[in-house]
């Protein structure tokens, strides 16, 4: 099973309010991406983990947005002083490489933030 | 880096009729390429994806070809019912985790499908 949960589903917030979201994972995978999407655009990648370990983090990423995933399941990205540019989906995918050097992707329901 | 360009970005079609979405690929390190579809409100789900040792692929109505020289790989849909229409995702990417292997998406078509 390659189900992702991701909760709040949708979170509302002023701008300069710090915000939380979580991805869980069904099942143990060792990688797993954050990605965001903005309207009418495909996904942008934002960081990526294996197992606890951030490996990668893209100039996307600001100060203000930090990731973890403290014991290699459930992940966390904290948005700080919310800006109204990082209204967006935010979509969290966890990979499966069965054996080959990629990894095919399978992605969360997102969270839809709207900072106003 | 990957540049991922994907055409057209809207296409509408007949009931029945079939549809062909066309992607491009700047990196020919790149070796991995998935297709996504993502219906309103909704997850990008995985429809479909093809690795470079292979030419083409075909999952009942839906096919995927790669042309590593040209590099391009296209997604095809055969007998197309209202319920495809979605906006759908090329993507690509060049490795395992990491830069390397996170998704380079193309800017999406958006599928009508009319009864």
Redesign the interface.
Known sequence: DTGVSQNPRHKITKRGQNVTFRCDPISEHN?L?W?RQTL??????LT?F?NEAQ??K?RLLSDRFSAERPKGSFSTLEIQRTEQGDSAMY?CAV?S?GG???????????TRLTVL | GENVEQHPSTLSVQEGDSAVIKCTYSDSASNYFPWYKQELGKRPQLIIDIRSNVGEKKDQRIAVTLNKTAKHFSLHITETQPEDSAVYFCAASKGYGGSQGNLIFGKGTKLSVKP
């Open positions: 990688r991406y990605y009418g655009q495909g996904p942008e990648f990526y294996q490996l990668e893209s979509l990979g490489s080959f050097i990629t990894d095919t992707q399978y992605f969360g329901p997102g």
